[in-house]
């Protein structure tokens, strides 16, 4: 591993300095101190058995603060191993380099890691950098230990250049195998050395900044280690834009050396005082942005106020708790229900639980309120560093699902990493993986979506129902018909949401595969790679047989829909042709028709589960298309919480998209919900999506779908 060193005056130096006075109560450990006790224990000789050497002390008592009973014994023994393999190796600062080692695990025991990541953590870099064998350590502290080593030891043999990124990280992820430890391991070593990254070059800190930014940023957030993550992004935040970090520095400064008031930690008294008073044991602190998030802040609201370089965060004992102190502040305070969101009913894809909601400031800014438990705390700051050895207590529990029902049957083991690691192996070489691996982290993660079966699926934001069918069965999906999306049919293009509950339909038939139209829907590097792996081993489904040219018969469409669909019918007599109200099919969907009784010929969207079902029953395709496209009529069902003025909203969203409402009926409510059925007529189909998101953009409108028209 390269030895960055200290620099004083670098903007990675004081970044961390920075976020280090504002996220923690104690000051890190002085590396030169830290290097002056290891020099020290290596004149003095070997501490006596009964104690442990001064330079680990530090860490010792951060991991007693998280494990009281730990076994200390091996920490010291494998300490002395480092400390006298490395001995005589020193970092470009002039630092023993055992220091780089004791502060990676003093990182990973102040998030509350347990003993055996520690003790591999201090022997991370001897492998690699001295005479220490695998089989030493193996010998000396166990085969979960070596395990450890071993595959820190291969993802440090990474190069970072950019030319060998693809196969890397490719090696990365195998290298970690099925142990996040590994990975916890390289990122509390990455961000020792971006803590002192000063004396490189200001061209390689930009390029080792960069490809933290990419990957290993958003590696933390799917392993929950926010602390770690929040950190990373100001070391980068300060190498690749110094100025905007300057700004942000300048104005942190300010509002909190100004002298006056804190507005926060007014806010904070008063939650307090309300909270006491309803009798609900909590903690209330005030806890400051870093310097990111106040970046993102200032972006999005423009002039920041005194609220706006804080949160607050309560405290409490248990879940119910939570919800306890959320109906307290939404009583008493003025709350901001846009803002509002249940992380502890719905988890995040990383574990992270907790309740989002904010309130009015006296000063006309917005108090922004995290609500957990300890334990919640305890896991969002540590991610599943905190969740301890994953080879211990692993019994089965003989009321849990299978272990592929669900996303978190192990949470050391999450589902996105389980996904990577068997697309990879899909990946056909390393530079689809490389992109595919980047586009994937640098999604908006992560929605989830119930399965009719009673699992759960992880998603990215914006998937459709062709990423649910390979999330849910891998290959198997090659055979999906469709889909029922809360209940309703969907084509497989559905962009799902937050919550929605998917059934995949599949096809009997085996040997059937996806439509090359399936990649414009993909959004998932294991969709997309298994589509295209299918496609290129059948060619022959890519080529679409190019018909016979005839003539094209042009006949109206439904009466009233304004829209004409064109059957190409040969030299046979004329047929009226319709959109099947099985999925009302509007221009510009792509459509498949066939015949049916009466000589009619019905226009299907291609994706509707009733084409499948016709070629099977052996029904010949008629080629339609869409000709004129203006003057589409077209029913919508628009299912929402009942609210006063909804009806009023609705309809001027309605107008304001240009539609014309040419019936409309109201349902009673049904336990607070309400459904409108409108039927539209537009002036141009393809303004049809357009209307659909404004629809559903009306606050308290959580459904818009399209059903028969008149």
Sequence with gaps: ??????????????????????????ARLDLRRLGRAALLGATAGPAPRDRLPDAISHVAEAHRAHHPEADLSVLRRAYVLAESSHRGQFRKSGEPYI????????????????????????LHDTVEDTEVTLD??????????????????????????????PETFRKMLVATGDDVRVMSIKLADRLHNMRTLGVMRPEKQARIAKVTRDV??????????????????????????????????????GA????????????????????????????????????VSVHRVRLKRGELRGCDFGRLLVLVAEDADCYAVLGELHTCFTPLISE???????????????????????????????????????????????????????EPDPAAPPADETERTDPTRPGWLARLLAWQQSAPDPDTFWSSLRAD???????????????????????????AAYAQHGAAAHACLGARVNGRLAPLSTVLSDGDTVQLLLAQDAGSGPSPAWLDHARTPAARIAITGWLQAHPEA????????????????????????????????????????????????????????????????????AVDVMRRLGRDAVPVRWGNAAHCRVTLVAESFGRPGLLADLTEAIATAGAEVVAATVEPPSEQRVRHTYTLQLADAAELPTLMRAMRDVPGVYDVSRTHRL
């Excluded at 085969?143 to 250049?161: F, H, M, S």
Aim: proline letters at 7%; aromatic letters at 4%.
């Design 542 to 609: 890519a080529q679409q047989p190019a018909a016979a040219p005839r003539p094209p018969l042009s006949v109206a469409a439904d009466r009233g829909s304004g829209a004409d669909l064109h059957a190409d019918l040969g030299d046979g007599p004329p047929a009226p042709v319709r959109p099947a109200g099985c999925c009302t099919p509007v221009p510009p969907d792509a459509i498949t028709g066939f015949r049916v009784r009466g000589g009619a010929v019905t226009a299907h969207r291609s994706g509707c589960p």
């Design 340 to 394: 509002f969101k249940d992380f502890i009913a719905a988890p995040k894809f990383n574990l992270y639980q907790s309740l989002h909601t904010a309130i009015a400031a006296p000063d006309g800014g917005v108090a922004e309120v995290l609500i957990r438990t300890h334990r919640m705390h305890k896991v969002a700051e540590a991610g599943v560093v905190a969740l301890g050895n994953p080879h211990v207590g692993q």
């Design 1 to 26: 591993m390269s030895a960055e060193a200290t620099n004083p005056v670098s903007a990675a130096e004081a970044a961390a300095t920075d976020t280090g006075v504002r996220r923690r109560g104690r």
């Design 216 to 253: 290993l940023i958003p590696l933390a957030e799917r392993l929950g280690v926010q602390a770690l993550k929040t950190e990373l992004e100001d070391l980068v935040f300060a190498i690749l834009h110094p100025e905007e970090y300057e700004t942000t520095r300048a104005l942190i400064a």
């Design 441 to 467: 982290l640098a999604e908006d993660h992560e929605i989830t979506v119930f399965r009719a079966d009673g699992g759960t699926l992880g998603l990215p934001a914006g998937a459709t129902c062709v990423d």
């Design 256 to 291: 909190t050396g100004s002298g006056s008031p804190d507005a926060l930690a007014a806010v904070a008294d008063q939650v307090a005082t309300v909270l006491r008073e309803a009798g609900i044991a909590a903690e209330v602190l005030v806890r400051p942005r870093h310097f």
């Design 136 to 165: 030493q350590v193996r010998r000396e502290f166990g085969d979960e230990v070596a395990y450890l080593v071993d595959g820190v030891t291969k993802v440090e043999k990474i190069d970072y250049g950019a030319a060998a990124e």
């Design 99 to 122: 220091t780089h080692p004791l502060a990676v695990t003093l990182i990973l025991a102040e998030l509350g890691a347990e003993t055996t990541t520690l003790t591999a953590s201090l």
